[in-house]
């Protein structure tokens, strides 16, 4: 028998699986390759964000999840947005060997070259939220995921006092 517990959960599991987003297709101004990108309003999304320093992958910090070992005066720190560099040291290391950082942007996953924020055409003409004139930096309310490749809520765990 199907607890209620159970049914909830294959539920949200089947609605994760039809929500989509508003896919783009960009391109790096370096290699001249295209890559497939969506973007996200932490605003709306609730979360904050940073970027691998060495792979550009992007890390997104769910701001109503932010767990109880995170002294309180950074966690009064974290906002919508990009996250603060007091932030950073409570983060895993990316799967490449990288670090999340406040100071690291997105990058092209052909030839790991720092993507250019001044890719107006594209992102404005993929981006809902953008239509009215795009921030023309990585550093806004906005964030962009490069290929899919984005992690959730990566923080170490919580040191035992």
């Known amino acids: ?16 699986l039809t929500v989509t987003r508003k896919k783009g297709f960009g391109y790096c101004e370096i290699c001249r390759k295209q890559f497939g990108y969506y973007m996200i309003h932490n605003g709306f999304n609730d979360s904050g964000y940073a970027y691998c320093d060495k792979c550009g992958q992007t890390c997104l910090l769910n701001l109503w999840h932010i767990p ?3 002294p309180e005066g950074i966690q009064k720190e974290i ?16 799967a490449c060997g990288g670090t999340f950082r406040r100071e690291a942007y997105p990058r092209c996953p052909h030839c790991n070259s720092i993507l250019s924020p001044k890719a107006r055409k594209y992102i404005e ?7 009215k004139g795009w921030m023309e930096n990585w550093r806004g309310i906005m964030c962009i995921i490069i290929e899919d490749k984005v992690l959730h809520d990566v923080w170490k765990e919580p040191t035992k006092q």
């Open 1 to 16: 028998m199907t607890t209620f517990v159970e049914m909830l959960k294959s539920n949200i599991r089947r609605l994760r």
């Open 79 to 94: 906002h919508v947005g990009l996250i603060p560099e007091s932030a950073e040291a409570f983060l895993n290391p990316c």
């Open 125 to 131: 003409e993929n981006a809902r939220n953008a239509q």
């Open 68 to 70: 109880k070992g995170i």
